[in-house]
C-alpha cells in the first residue's frame, strides 16, 4: 500500500523545539483587520484588541503588513521611514502595547521588511533628487543615462512588474529604475551603504523584541550589474512575477541573508529566543528555491508552487514531492500556503470554472485547508480564509485602490479583491470593523453578503470554516504525527492523494466530484465536510488515526 517516503528532518539535526519550523502563522493585513479609531482603516490597536481571537483560533504567531510611514501608493511596501509608524496605523507606543500583549498571549509577532525598494518619499531618495549625476546620494539607488542622441530613452528596455517601463525620468535628465511604480525605487545593494542601513533596521525592530520578519521580493534586491537588454522585457508584467534573470535571483543575494541570519542568530544567541527569517522567494524551481534556505541563509521561504497549482491531484502530489524532495534536503521545512494578500482567495480560485451556487469552491477550500495542515513543516494562513471569505470581485472602478488598475487600466489580477475589510458582527456594512460614528465607511466597500461570513457568526457555527480551522489547529498541537516530521505516500485510485504521517494519522483528499472509497475504514477524525465511514465524498479532505 505504501509506495514512498519523503522525510523532511533534513540532516542538521533539528528538531521540534525550533518554534518556526512546524509553526501556523496568520497574515494580518493591517488596514482591513479591525479598525480601532473609525477612520474606516484598520490600525494596530485594532490588531492588538482582535490577538484574544486569534489566541482562540489557535496559531502560533502573526505576520503584519507594513505599517510603517508611507504615502501609501502601494498600500505600505513604498516605505519612506523604516523606523517609525504611519499615523494612520498608530504610534511606535502603540506597537509596543501590540508586542507586549502578544507576548502575554505566546503569540509570535512577524514584522514585514521591504528591502528591494523604498518610496520615493524616504529622505534618502529625495536627496538623490537634489543631487548630481554621479553624487553618492545617487549611487544608493539605480541612476543611468538615457539612451538615444538626447537621452530620451530608457537605459534598457525592462517593463515594471505593475505596467509600464521601469524607468522614470527626473528633471536633469537621468532615469531612475524601479521594478515595481515610479513611487518604488529599487535600492542599489552594490552601495554598501544599503545594507549597513538594513542591520541598523533589523536591529531597531529586533531590540522593540520582534520574533522575526517576512521579507518582501527576497529574490530581488541585485540587478545585472550591466543592466542589459532583456531578451523578454515584458515578461514580468505579463505574469505578474519576477521572472526576468536580470533583476531578479541574484547570485550576490544569498549573501544578504547570510548576513541577516547572522544578526539574528545573535540576538538568539543572548536571550535564547530564535528569530526567523522567511522570505517571499519566486523563483523557476524548487531547487532553486531550496538555494534561500540553506543553514545559514533564511530560516523559510514561502513555496508558492502550492498556492498556484490547480485542484488537481496530480497536481498537488507533484508540488508536495518535489518541494520535500529539494527544500527538506536543506535541513529547512517547507513554508505552504495556500492564499495571501496578492491573490484570488481560494474559495473562488477553487470555485472557477464551476457554475456558481455550485458549492464546489468553498468545498475544495475547506479540504485544501485541510491538506496543507497536514502537511510537513510551517504554514500560513491569509487573515478571512478562516472564515471562506470570497474575492470580491465587483468592486466599482472608482474604490480600486491597485497600482497596478491605476498603471494597467486593467482589472485583471487586481488585489483589492482579497483585502476587503473583515467582517466582525452585525448584518450591514461596516459590520463591526469600524469604530466609527455611524455612516462611518471602511477604505474598501464590504458587499452585503458579508454578513453570512461575520466571525460571530462562524464562532457559533460548528460547521463553519472557522471551526474546521480551530479544530485542525488543535489537533496539529496535540498529535505528535503533525507537523515537522516525514510523509509516506499510499496508493489511491485517480483524483485521490492520501498519505500517512508518523505513526499512523493518515489524510486523504478526494480531488474529484464523486465518493470513492476510504483509504481507512473508520470515522475520521477530522473532515472537511459530511464523511461516513468508509467513504470519501467529493471535494473533501479527512483525517483518520490508524494503525498501518
Known sequence: MHNSLLSETGSTGLNRHHWWRDAVIYQVYVRSFLDS????????????????????????????????????????????????????????????????????????????????????????????????????????????????PDGSEPPNNWHAMFGGPAWTRVADGQWYLHMFTPEQPDWNWRNPEIPDEFDRILRFWLDRGVDGFRIDVAAGLFKHPDLPDSDDPEADARTRDSVNPLAWNQPEVHEVWRRWRAVCEEYGARDGRERLLVGEVSVPTAREHALYVRPDELHQAFFFDLLGAAWDADAFRKVISEAMQDIAGTGSTVTWVLNNHDQVRTVTRYGEPAPEGSGLGPARARAAALLMLALPGAAYIYQGEE???????????????????????????????????????????????????????????????????????????????????????????????????????????????????????????????????APVSGTPLLSSGPCPPGVLPGATAAWWLNDL
Open 37 to 148: 479609531t473609525g477612520d474606516g482603516i484598520g490600525d494596530l490597536a485594532g490588531v492588538r484588541a482582535g490577538l484574544p481571537y486569534l489566541k482562540k483560533l489557535g496559531v502560533d504567531g502573526i505576520w503584519l503588513s507594513p505599517f510603517y510611514p508611507s504615502p501609501q501608493h502601494d498600500h505600505g511596501y513604498d516605505v519612506a521611514d523604516y523606523r517609525g509608524v504611519d499615523p494612520v496605523f498608530g504610534d511606535l507606543a502603540e506597537f509596543d502595547l501590540l508586542m507586549a500583549a502578544a507576548r502575554r498571549l505566546g503569540i509570535k509577532v512577524l514584522l514585514d521588511i521591504v528591502p528591494n525598494h523604498c518610496s520615493s518619499e524616504h529622505p534618502w531618495f529625495r536627496e538623490a533628487l537634489d543631487s548630481a549625476p554621479g553624487s553618492p546620494a545617487r549611487a544608493r539607488f539605480h541612476f543611468a543615462d538615457g539612451r538615444g
Open 387 to 517: 472564515l471562506g471569505l470570497p474575492e470580491v470581485v465587483d468592486l466599482p472602478d472608482d474604490v480600486l485602490t491597485d497600482p497596478i488598475f491605476r498603471r494597467t487600466g486593467s482589472r485583471a489580477r487586481i488585489r483589492d479583491g482579497c483585502r476587503v475589510p473583515l467582517p466582525w458582527s452585525g448584518q450591514a456594512s461596516p459590520f463591526g470593523f469600524t469604530s466609527g460614528a455611524e455612516g462611518t465607511k471602511p477604505w474598501l466597500p464590504q458587499p452585503e453578503y458579508f454578513a453570512e461570513y461575520a466571525t460571530d457568526r462562524a464562532l457559533a457555527d460548528t460547521r463553519s470554516f472557522w471551526h474546521l480551522y480551530r479544530e485542525g489547529l488543535h489537533l496539529r498541537k496535540t498529535l505528535p504525527q503533525l507537523g515537522e516530521g516525514p510523509l509516506e505516500w499510499l496508493d489511491t485510485p485517480p483524483g485521490v492523494l492520501a498519505f500517512v504521517r508518523g505513526d499512523g494519522l493518515v489524510c486523504a483528499v478526494n480531488f474529484g466530484t464523486a465518493p470513492t472509497p
